[in-house]
């Protein structure tokens, strides 16, 4: 028998999916990690879990107890789903920069979800902050703190990192990954270098981050914006903090929709855009590196959940952009 036991269960262990046209047109293996098939949807269900039993295991969460987080959504979408599963209560706060279907996702799992003005980390408002302020003033509340909480990394130096090494029986050459809290490629960076030093970990940044800029010149200096989300940051996280990097590749929203639309069309995954930013990174690392590497990257979450946004040619539009 093989059976996953419940929701919690049934997190991790995603394929690893070759993406065949680039891998054809790189001569490199390019494997995106299928996290948009955990089963709330996005990369953000291992961390949600880690944190989760995190506090419960230092006592800080009991029962029917609340988890208070400030998220851009896929993190809330993955708490909320494990809150119900485990009984507890569960509050978001979300920029209102965010696409509707990840407000109204979180509402139907029964999250509260207040939506907040989207202001600079460094204003004490920001969702960030006030989800800490919040999670302070309630009994028997956490708060996630999915940015500089390190059961975020843990959870994918644990399960991430070991499912892609024994994925591809130890044989990657690299790995490149956006970051938002950096809870992916921190962990993964971390453990695949303590299975081989060898491995180039590469960060995938937007526009409007500031880790291209760090990695290349040890400033954080933020140029442009990007309409991806849930990606770019304009400081070095707790998670960050001591993961090796290798090297960064920025990539534009323009490069990043072409790849979306180039997996949709010649690939038939329907993915979202940081998932874009890190296809395209992949490919751009293969062509530095030539043929015959294998690179490893996340397929974060599913397009669906930017139905109104990047599969709207209307608000490309409003956003300068375009496909073809
Ligand atoms: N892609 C999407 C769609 C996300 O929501 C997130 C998390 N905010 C990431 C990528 C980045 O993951 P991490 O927080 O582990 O850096």
Redesign the pocket.
């Known amino acids: 028998m093989d059976i996953k036991n419940g929701f919690i269960g049934s997190i991790g262990n995603t394929p690893l999916i070759r993406l065949n046209s680039f891998s054809e047109e790189t001569g490199c293996e390019i494997l995106g990690k299928a996290e948009f098939l955990n089963p709330g949807g ?3 269900d291992r ?1 949600a879990l880690y944190i989760i039993e995190d506090a419960e295991k230092k006592g800080l969460l009991k029962p029917g107890g609340t988890v208070v987080e400030g ?5 809330g979408i993955g708490l909320a789903h494990i809150c119900n599963a485990k009984g507890y209560k569960c509050l978001i706060i979300i920029p209102n920069t965010q696409s509707q279907e990840k407000i109204d996702a979180l509402t139907t799992l029964g999250a509260e979800v207040r939506p907040v003005p989207a202001v600079p980390y460094k204003d004490p408002n920001n969702y960030v902050k006030l989800s800490g302020r919040i999670a302070a003033e309630l009994d028997n509340a956490i708060w996630a703190n ?1 940015f500089d909480n390190i059961a ?2 843990l959870a ?1 130096y644990e399960t991430t990192g070991p499912e892609i090494w024994t994925q591809t029986n130890g044989r990657v050459d690299a790995w490149t ?9 921190a962990g993964v960076s971390m453990y695949l270098k303590s299975q081989n030093p060898g491995v180039k970990c590469v960060v995938a940044d937007p526009m409007g981050s500031g880790l291209y800029s760090y990695v290349k010149t040890g400033e954080i200096k933020i140029q442009g914006n990007s309409i ?4 770019g940051n304009s400081r070095i996280t707790a ?1 960050m903090e001591g993961s090796p990097i290798d090297d960064a590749i920025q990539i534009d929203d323009t490069e990043a929709l072409r790849v979306v639309y180039h997996l949709l069309r010649k690939d038939g995954l329907l993915m ?4 874009g930013i ?1 296809v395209a990174a992949a490919v751009a690392l293969a062509k530095q590196m030539g043929p015959g590497h294998t690179i490893v990257t ?1 397929l ?2 599913n397009g669906s ?1 930017y139905q109104s946004r990047i599969f709207n040619r209307e608000w490309l539009a409003s956003k300068g952009l375009m496909v073809s």
Do not use: L, P, W, Y
Request: contains cysteine; positive net charge; proline residues 0%.
């Open positions: 996005s990369v953000k961390a998220t851009a959504g896929n993190t999915q975020n990394r994918h990954a956006a970051t938002g809290t950096g809870g992916t490629f991806t989300e849930g990606i998670n979202g855009g940081s998932t890190n996340i974060c979450d959940r």
